[in-house]
């Protein structure tokens, strides 16, 4: 459930949009060495809170590669 997308885990239909968001969580995850989310059932993927700043104190980025991430990641597929 960390990289589904959120209307996957509401059973609606799927486009590209969905396999984006699911590329977002996974550049999150290589890129801050941690996953964006720890979802335990796909209940809890069909509304994610925002995730933690992609930047920490021993791992920076800039704030233009955490805008696309965090883009990647919105929960309205029309973002």
């Known amino acids: 459930p960390t990289f589904v997308a959120p209307e996957q885990a509401q059973a609606e239909p799927l486009d ?3 396999d984006q968001y ?3 969580a ?3 995850l290589l890129l ?3 996953a964006p989310y720890t979802h335990p059932t796909l209940g809890a993927a069909a509304a994610p ?3 933690p700043p992609l930047s920490t104190p ?4 800039p704030g ?3 805008a696309v991430v965090r883009r990647a990641l919105a ?4 973002d």
């Open 16 to 18: 590209a949009r969905a």
């Open 26 to 28: 996974l550049a999150y």
């Open 75 to 78: 929960v309205d597929r029309e």
């Open 64 to 66: 233009a590669t955490d």
């Open 32 to 34: 801050a060495g941690r």
């Open 49 to 51: 809170a925002a995730p």
């Open 58 to 61: 021993e791992r920076p980025f």
């Open 22 to 24: 699911s590329l977002g």
